[in-house]
Nanobody, 124 residues
Framework: QLQLVESGGGLVQPGGSLKLSCEASEFTLAHFAVGWFRQAPGKEREGVSCISSVISRTFYGDFVKGRFTVYRGQAKLKVYLEMNSLEPEDTAVYYC?????????????????WGRGTQVAVSS
């Protein structure tokens, strides 16, 4: 089973940017679809984005509205989620997950490997 580790979270002002990264401790992520999810206090886990394994097709939640970009690093060891124009509503713990393929609806149910999350806080 993959052990995934997220990093890059932190506190940022509204309108700011953060770049999250996801990597597997013992395996390359090149052969896995990687999804990003978030969960705010008192809310259900929400799909943010996914990048497929072979052709790196990408999917985004409707709320992203062009602000976030998911991509693979050059050696495909890591997957990044670059977030711009952050809003207070983006405050949540962000998780990455690895699986066989993306689900177009960004359901978390298709993933069996999850990281522990990284906190993103957007506040002035």
């Amino acid at each position: 089973q993959l052990q995934l580790v997220e990093s890059g979270g932190g506190l940022v002002q509204p309108g700011g940017s953060l770049k999250l990264s996801c990597e597997a401790s013992e395996f390359t992520l090149a052969h896995f679809a990687v999804g990003w999810f978030r969960q705010a206090p008192g809310k259900e886990r929400e799909g943010v984005s996914c990048i497929s394994s072979v052709i790196s097709r990408t999917f985004y939640g409707d709320f992203v509205k062009g602000r976030f970009t998911v991509y693979r690093g050059q050696a495909k060891l890591k997957v990044y989620l670059e977030m711009n124009s952050l809003e207070p509503e983006d405050t949540a713990v962000y998780y990455c997950a690895a699986g066989d393929d993306c689900d177009a609806s960004l359901s978390p149910d298709v993933y069996t490997n999850w990281g522990r999350g990284t906190q993103v806080a957007v506040s002035s």
